[in-house]
Every structure is written in structure tokens, then in C-alpha cells.
């Protein structure tokens, strides 16, 4: 089948999905609003506010959710978000890669491998619905990279200086993921260590690291600076770069 033929092509996520959200929302809504009812210390009228702003933000969730997709014409590539539509003209198109999903290790069936197409400024945009939850990821990249590579005119060549730029801000992503990563390790233990200095005498600079303000306001938020400059400078100076699927 030819490019020209297979455009305009759409991905969104399935009426399955969308139905499990759906049943999921009318499930938890009463359930989360029940202890609101029956307080009655709390005024009806701002019960009814309530419940009627939290109707309207699951009601614009499931058609904003509904709505967001990925079309691609022969015009580029348009995102439909949750907030916003970004749109990419083909010659405007710097790249397109499937690099893997650090999320997916913290969400239920999400997809391990997810697309970004890549402007000539260097930020990439998500290509929703264009994962290996939803599609024949490899196969639909290539068609993807096909319909640039012939759509991008003639005239087409790399922006200057785009891979220094990508590789910037790779290395920005990994520095924030591992600056959190470190701060959430490093907040259990020292949880732990104010709950025994509680209990115990401990001489005045560990009584004084060890209070709730300065272990959680100071030291947590400075092993997250460290950990994400050290994770930035490997990156940056190491050539330690995430990898990706062209």
C-alpha cells in the first residue's frame, strides 16, 4: 500500500479501554464521595459544589481522553493532548524514535516503548497512542519514518547543531529521574533514623539533621540536587545517552 493511500491514519486509544474508564469512574466517584455526604458538619450547599466540580473534571477527563489522538496527513503530524494540539509540518520534522517508557514500571499495563517525533528546535513531542500498547510499534515507526522521509521536501536537511540539543536534553530527563529517584530513597532511611532519634539522645548536630525540617526541607532536597548534577555531568561529558530505535 502506498503512503498516499494509507493518509490520513489516526491512533486513539480503544473503545475497550475507553469503557473500562468509563465503568472505573462511575465505580469510584460515589464511593469517594460518600464520606462528603455524610458529614454533617460540612453545609449541603458546599456539598453540592463539590460534587458537582468533581462530576465536571471526571466528565472533561473522559472526553478529553476520548478525544486525544495522533493524526498524521499529508501535512505532518498533529497531537491532540489532554490541554492542548501540537502540530509538526513534515519539514519541520527533525526525527522520529521510540525510546523506552520510564513510567511503565510504576503503571499497569502501560507501554514499555513509546514514540517521539522531533522539531528542529531539539524538544520532542509524544506521539500519543503510538506505543506498544496500542500498535505494532515497529511497524507503524516505519511507515511513520517513510511518510517523512518522502512528505519533508526536497530541500529538507538537519537543523544545526540538533543532535547536541537532543542529547541535552536526554540528559536533562535522566538527571531528573535520577535526582527523584535518589530524594525518595534517601527519604525512607532518614524517616526511620528521626523516628529512633526520637527515642533516643543523640548529640546536638545529629538531633538538629535528624528534625523532621532540616532532614526533609535540607537534606532531601539536596541529595536531589547532587544526584540529578552528577547524573547530568555522566550524561553530558560520558556520552552516556538513552537509547532509541530509529
Same mark, same amino acid.
Given at each position: 500500500?502506498?503512503?498516499?493511500?494509507?493518509?490520513?491514519?489516526?491512533?486513539?486509544?480503544?473503545?475497550?479501554?475507553?469503557?473500562?474508564?468509563?465503568?472505573?469512574?462511575?465505580?469510584?466517584?460515589?464511593?469517594?464521595?460518600?464520606?462528603?455526604?455524610?458529614?454533617?458538619?460540612?453545609?449541603?450547599?458546599?456539598?453540592?459544589?463539590?460534587?458537582?466540580?468533581?462530576?465536571?473534571?471526571?466528565?472533561?477527563?473522559?472526553?478529553?481522553?476520548?478525544?486525544?489522538?495522533?493524526?498524521?496527513?499529508?501535512?505532518?503530524?498533529?497531537?491532540?493532548?489532554?490541554?492542548?494540539?501540537?502540530?509538526?509540518?513534515?519539514?519541520?520534522?527533525?526525527?522520529?524514535?521510540?525510546?523506552?517508557?520510564?513510567?511503565?514500571?510504576?503503571?499497569?499495563?502501560?507501554? #514499555?516503548? %513509546?514514540?517521539?517525533?522531533?522539531?528542529?528546535? =531539539?524538544?520532542? !513531542?509524544?506521539?500519543?497512542? @503510538?506505543?506498544? &500498547?496500542? +500498535?505494532?510499534?515497529?511497524?507503524?515507526?516505519?511507515?511513520?519514518?517513510?511518510?517523512?522521509?518522502?512528505?519533508?521536501?526536497?530541500?529538507?536537511?538537519?537543523?544545526?547543531?540538533?543532535?547536541?540539543?537532543?542529547?541535552?536534553?536526554?540528559?536533562?530527563?535522566?538527571?531528573?529521574?535520577?535526582?527523584?529517584?535518589?530524594?525518595?530513597?534517601?527519604?525512607?532511611?532518614?524517616?526511620?533514623?528521626?523516628?529512633?532519634?526520637?527515642?533516643?539522645?543523640?548529640?546536638?548536630?545529629? #538531633?538538629? %539533621?535528624?528534625?523532621?525540617?532540616?532532614?526533609? =526541607?535540607?537534606? !532531601?532536597?539536596?541529595?536531589? @540536587?547532587?544526584? &540529578?548534577? +552528577?547524573?547530568?555531568?555522566?550524561?553530558?561529558?560520558?556520552?552516556?545517552?538513552?537509547?532509541?530505535?530509529?
Amino acid at each position: 500500500m502506498s503512503i498516499g493511500t494509507s493518509l490520513p491514519r489516526e491512533y486513539r486509544t480503544g473503545s475497550g479501554r475507553m469503557v473500562g474508564v468509563v465503568i472505573g469512574t462511575v465505580i469510584a466517584l460515589p464511593s469517594g464521595l460518600y464520606p462528603l455526604w455524610t458529614d454533617d458538619s460540612i453545609p449541603t450547599t458546599a456539598k453540592a459544589l463539590v460534587t458537582l466540580l468533581l462530576l465536571a473534571f471526571f466528565t472533561w477527563l473522559i472526553a478529553a481522553a476520548a478525544r486525544a489522538a495522533t493524526v498524521v496527513d499529508r501535512g505532518g503530524i498533529r497531537v491532540r493532548g489532554f490541554l492542548r494540539v501540537r502540530r509538526l509540518a513534515w519539514a519541520d520534522v527533525q526525527d522520529i524514535r521510540v525510546e523506552v517508557n520510564p513510567g511503565a514500571a510504576f503503571q499497569d499495563a502501560a507501554a #514499555e516503548r %513509546v514514540s517521539y517525533a522531533y522539531g528542529f528546535t =531539539g524538544r520532542r !513531542v509524544q506521539l500519543m497512542y @503510538v506505543d506498544d &500498547a496500542h +500498535v505494532s510499534l515497529d511497524d507503524e515507526i516505519a511507515f511513520l519514518r517513510r511518510t517523512w522521509q518522502e512528505l519533508r521536501g526536497t530541500g529538507w536537511a538537519p537543523a544545526v547543531g540538533f543532535e547536541a540539543r537532543i542529547k541535552r536534553g536526554e540528559a536533562r530527563r535522566f538527571a531528573l529521574l535520577a535526582g527523584l529517584g535518589c530524594a525518595m530513597g534517601a527519604a525512607f532511611p532518614l524517616a526511620l533514623l528521626m523516628v529512633v532519634a526520637m527515642f533516643t539522645d543523640l548529640p546536638g548536630v545529629l #538531633e538538629m %539533621v535528624f528534625s523532621p525540617g532540616v532532614a526533609m =526541607g535540607v537534606v !532531601v532536597p539536596a541529595v536531589f @540536587v547532587v544526584a &540529578a548534577s +552528577v547524573a547530568y555531568w555522566r550524561r553530558r561529558n560520558l556520552g552516556q545517552h538513552q537509547g532509541y530505535h530509529r
